[in-house]
């Protein structure tokens, strides 16, 4: 069946870097666009990032743009997220999300990993 | 990126029906026919309910539909179950290569 899988979660502390992985199965994973999303403690889904299918084209929230980095590898069926200068504010779980196609929105969830930035 | 406006809860008795709104603006649900809902349960992930404003899933039951009108969309569920409970969010393209989810609006079977 089709599935995602996060891994990488953890805590660490403000300032340090962390990566989070998602590896998909089930369907042609170099066919779909990938995007992460997070939800904060109690608080709401927040788009984080989002990758097209061949991997070319990048895009980010304004609250993550120049700290995060979203790159895939279709040959392992892994979309990466590399987060640096974290903030306590970036505690959340962290979910990757297949899109239908690009910006289509997401039709398949990962079970998330929780990333908690504290001192 | 500015948040889609849901009202933060909504009710109904088993049996009857209940509709969350989305409201956005002309750069996002008014502008593109991309808007989705998605059900939580507590702890658990997102599930994809409704997309492209009224299409529904393979496996999501026809109780749930959508629609849209100008800025605002729409989520109905129909014959209120107690599994409906939980928290139900919109998303939208907002053009400009952005995306942005609603606030969320807990929905309880009374």
């Known amino acids: 069946q089709v599935q995602l899988v996060e891994s990488g979660g953890g805590v660490v502390q403000p300032g340090k870097p962390l990566r989070l992985s998602c590896v998909g199965s089930g369907f042609t994973f170099g066919f779909y666009g990938m995007h992460w999303v997070r939800q904060a403690p109690g608080k709401g889904l927040e788009w984080v990032a989002i990758i097209s299918p061949d991997g070319g084209e990048q895009y980010y929230a304004d609250s993550v743009k120049g700290r995060f980095t979203i790159s895939r590898d279709s040959s392992k069926s892994t979309v990466y997220l590399e987060m640096n200068r974290l903030r306590l504010e970036d505690t959340a779980v962290y979910y990757c999300?297949?899109?239908?196609?690009?910006?289509?929105?997401?039709?398949?969830w990962g079970q998330g990993t929780t990333v908690t930035v504290s001192s | 990126q500015s948040v889609l406006t849901q009202p933060p809860s909504a009710s109904g008795s088993p049996g009857q029906s209940v509709t969350i709104s989305c409201t956005g603006s002309?750069?996002?649900?008014?502008?593109?026919?991309?808007v989705s809902w998605y059900q939580q349960h507590p702890g658990k992930a997102p599930k994809l309910m409704i997309y492209d404003v009224s299409e529904r899933p393979s496996g999501v039951p026809d109780r749930f539909s959508g629609s849209k009108s100008g800025n605002t969309a729409s989520l109905t569920v129909s014959g209120l179950q107690e599994t409906d409970e939980a928290d139900y969010y919109c998303?939208?393209?907002?053009?400009?290569?952005?995306?942005?989810f609603g606030s969320g609006t807990k929905v309880t079977v009374l």
């Open positions: 998303s939208s393209y907002a053009g400009t290569n952005n995306f942005v």
């Open positions: 002309s750069s996002d649900v008014g502008g593109y026919d991309y």
């Open positions: 999300a297949r899109d239908r196609s690009f910006f289509y929105g997401m039709d398949v």
